[in-house]
């Protein structure tokens, strides 16, 4: 595989042609915009500017983030505002339950702004919200959540009201932490999920990387190494994108076929299913992703 090593070299200014794609009209995404407004709920699409919100929207697919719009760490590739959280909502989850309902979501994925201010970090919160959309009836429920820095019992508490896929995103290879993710622990992520399995192994674990912030491909394949160790089901591999002039710039825009490459090596490796490209990213395709996923299991 190429690139094994890091070497100094000019950073690539432009989207290359194979990031560019058409998108749906703006009405494709009007009914998702229109619930999401009348619910005051927030979604990571928007917040964290993805650059599939307008195809994920126009069919009617979304992630929904919780406990606000304002988050606690200052990670250097994320947009999402980085300000004192408002008091936790307490109707949130009947609000999120309805939303999800008006628009017959069969997968819902639930997300949320790190809150290191509050004493179980969020877990709770979780758990009502999990507990909101069982009680709509039968969804495939996916759960996107922060590292719990500090509550071991974080991930206990959500894996005990029993998300069919739990996610937690690694981010990037261990060498990059401190400049990509200030506050995070590596190790600390890689025993969130493999504590999961150990509390319900029937719960499929998930974790993504973003590439092109000055990783190697090494770098990756011994991360994704890592990441089998301690059980996890599925992995993602996107490319990195700079949200504003505020973040971390992009070090490279990571070819096809080296994301081809990589999902190669995760499918030698074990991974029930390895989804990598340009435009992947951890809750893209959310619902085929599980279907396939269950179809091998």
Known sequence: MSRTSQSPRPR?????????????????????????????????????????????WSRKTATFMVLGNNCTRRCFFCSVPKAQPDPVDADEPRRVAEAVEALD?????????????LPDRG?????????ALRATGDRVIEVLTP?????????REVAQARPDIFNHNVETVPHL???????A????????????????????TKSGLMLGLGETNDQVIETMHDLRAHDVDILTLGQYLRPSDRELPVDRYVPPAEFDELAAEGRRLGFLGVYAGPFV??????DSVYAEVRARR
């Open 12 to 56: 690539q200014r432009s989207l290359p042609d194979w990031f560019k794609k058409p998108l749906p009209t703006g009405g494709a995404i009007r009914p998702m915009q229109r619930i999401v407004e009348e619910k005051k709920l927030n979604t990571v699409c928007a917040s964290a500017k993805c650059p599939n919100l307008n195809e994920c």
């Open 185 to 204: 622990v590596y190790k600390h992520s890689m025993a969130l999920l493999q504590r999961v399995k150990r509390y319900d192994d029937s719960i499929l």
């Open 281 to 286: 990213r951890s809750s893209y395709n959310a």
């Open 177 to 183: 932490y401190s400049r990509v993710r200030p506050g």
């Open 147 to 155: 590292d719990f820095r500090g509550y071991d019992d974080g991930a």
């Open 105 to 117: 979501l069969r997968h819902v994925v639930i997300t949320s702004v790190d809150r290191d201010d």
């Open 123 to 131: 877990a709770a919160h979780f758990v009502a919200v999990i507990a």
